[in-house]
Nanobody, 114 residues
Framework: VQLQASGGGTVQPGGCLRL?????????????VGWYRQAPGKQRELVAR???????MYGDSVRGRFTISRDTAKNLVSLQMNSLKPEDTAAYFC?????????WGQGTEVTVSS
């Protein structure tokens, strides 16, 4: 499967963005989907994931502000990001995973700056 991430951009603090991860084929067979991010000079960190198709998990720094969703009919994984902060600035990467393999999309850049 190939994943195409989109929706990144530049937004002011307090603003919102919605990221999209579009798969080239059905994601219904993948039990895990999610997003990671990596800021310059920092390690990649978990943003949000859906495990076993239903359990939502969030990184501590985004919990309560970000919401992940999965639309198997559209082969789409979305990330709604609200109340954005400058520290949310990073490249965001989506993935899907089976029990044996993980597939990554290319990053989409998010910049939060006034």
């Amino acid at each position: 499967v190939q994943l195409q991430a989109s929706g990144g951009g530049t937004v002011q603090p307090g603003g919102c963005l919605r990221l999209y991860c579009t798969a080239s084929r059905s994601i219904s067979s993948y039990n895990g989907v999610g997003w990671y991010r990596q800021a310059p000079g920092k390690q990649r960190e978990l943003v949000a994931r859906i495990a076993n198709r239903i359990y939502e998990m969030y990184g501590d720094s985004v919990r309560g502000r970000f919401t992940i969703s999965r639309d198997t009919a559209k082969n789409l994984v979305s990330l709604q990001m609200n109340s954005l902060k400058p520290e949310d600035t990073a490249a965001y990467f989506c993935y899907v995973e089976s029990t044996t393999q993980t597939y990554w999309g290319q990053g989409t850049e998010v910049t939060v700056s006034s």
